[in-house]
């Protein structure tokens, strides 16, 4: 019982930094109503900035951190304005925007290489002892990465439901067209959807980079598919969807290595992938809302 309740603690800071990153995605799906490939970019934009700006610039941490978050943001919103958003004008299918994002995934994962290389990095931040909290063992760093997750989900949901751009995000959601018709500014609710979008892209390959000490550019591309399984887990463009699909996944895949060897706990969250496409494509927690 202690080894289950021990992992079950691992499985919930997993859920955590997954949760960060799928409600970043499932937003921007479903402002924009087109899946973006290169998101796993994104999040180890925000791994390497950090690190650049901590072991570089000599940056405290959360300051670090705080940069990495801001220019993940920003890379986001510059791909969108330089490259997506020139697709969109032309009226392209969401098709053949899903092969452009993986073509700029390819791009993006080039420069990242060229810039900070294919080794593996790791933060000077000491993780600390394990702390008992309950039945769990979980170190300072673990503690600081749930509850940077509960923060910032919670302020995502605040900005959702008591901002005006929450308001014209989710009516985007529901309805580009009328919400144009209604007043709205689309363009200045997309951009501002993609920072937010880039913001929670970084702060989850930072938390990400925390929770599996080492990282490399490629860290963000491999836990992309472990994202698309919490998304479409939840109900893709389902906000609170992905919350719970996040949960579920992480817990899973922890949860997983008490049966098999921890090499193939990533392939649990790919087996519930497939399953769900093959019976309920339209996820889960459809119920929920577009929200």
């Known amino acids: 019982m202690s080894l289950f309740l021990l992992t079950l603690g691992f499985g919930v800071v997993t859920a955590a930094v997954l949760s960060l990153a799928s409600v970043g995605l499932s937003l921007q799906f479903g402002v924009t109503n087109y899946v973006n490939f290169a998101y796993g970019s994104f999040l180890a934009v925000?791994?390497?900035?950090?690190?650049?700006?901590?072991?570089?610039?000599h940056l405290p941490f959360v300051l670090a951190a705080l940069v990495g978050v801001l220019v993940s943001g920003l890379v986001a919103v510059a791909v969108d304005l330089l490259i997506l958003e020139r697709f969109v004008k032309r009226g392209t299918s969401g098709f053949f925007l899903l092969i452009v994002t993986f073509g700029l995934s390819l791009i993006l994962l080039n420069l990242e290489q060229a810039i900070w290389g294919v080794g593996f990095d790791r933060y000077s931040v000491a993780l600390g002892n394990p702390l008992r909290l309950g039945p769990f063992n979980v170190t300072p760093a673990q503690l600081g990465v749930v509850l940077v997750a509960i923060v910032a989900l919670s302020g995502v949901h605040l900005l959702l439901t008591r901002s005006q751009l929450g308001k014209a995000m989710r009516a985007m959601s529901d309805n580009k067209t009328l919400a144009m018709a209604s007043g709205i500014d689309t363009q200045a609710?997309?951009?501002?959807?993609?920072?937010?979008?880039?913001?929670?892209?970084?702060?989850?390959?930072?938390?990400?980079?925390?929770?599996?000490?080492?990282?490399?550019?490629?860290?963000?591309?491999?836990?992309?598919?472990?994202?698309?399984?919490?998304?479409?887990?939840?109900?893709?463009?389902?906000?609170?969807?992905?919350?719970?699909?996040?949960?579920?996944?992480?817990?899973?895949?922890?949860?997983?290595?008490?049966?098999?060897?921890?090499?193939?706990?990533?392939?649990?969250?790919?087996?519930?992938?497939?399953?769900?496409?093959?019976?309920?494509?339209?996820?889960?927690?459809?119920?929920?809302?577009?929200?």
């Open 46 to 57: 925000g791994m390497f900035v950090t690190y650049t700006a901590s072991t570089s610039l």
């Open 189 to 291: 609710t997309t951009l501002w959807t993609w920072f937010i979008t880039g913001c929670l892209a970084g702060l989850g390959g930072i938390t990400l980079a925390l929770n599996t000490v080492e990282f490399q550019v490629f860290s963000g591309n491999t836990f992309l598919f472990v994202i698309f399984a919490a998304v479409i887990l939840g109900g893709i463009g389902k906000i609170y969807g992905a919350m719970l699909g996040a949960v579920i996944i992480g817990i899973a895949i922890n949860l997983s290595t008490l049966v098999i060897s921890s090499a193939y706990s990533l392939d649990v969250a790919f087996a519930v992938l497939v399953l769900i496409l093959l019976l309920r494509p339209q996820g889960l927690f459809n119920v929920l809302g577009k929200a």
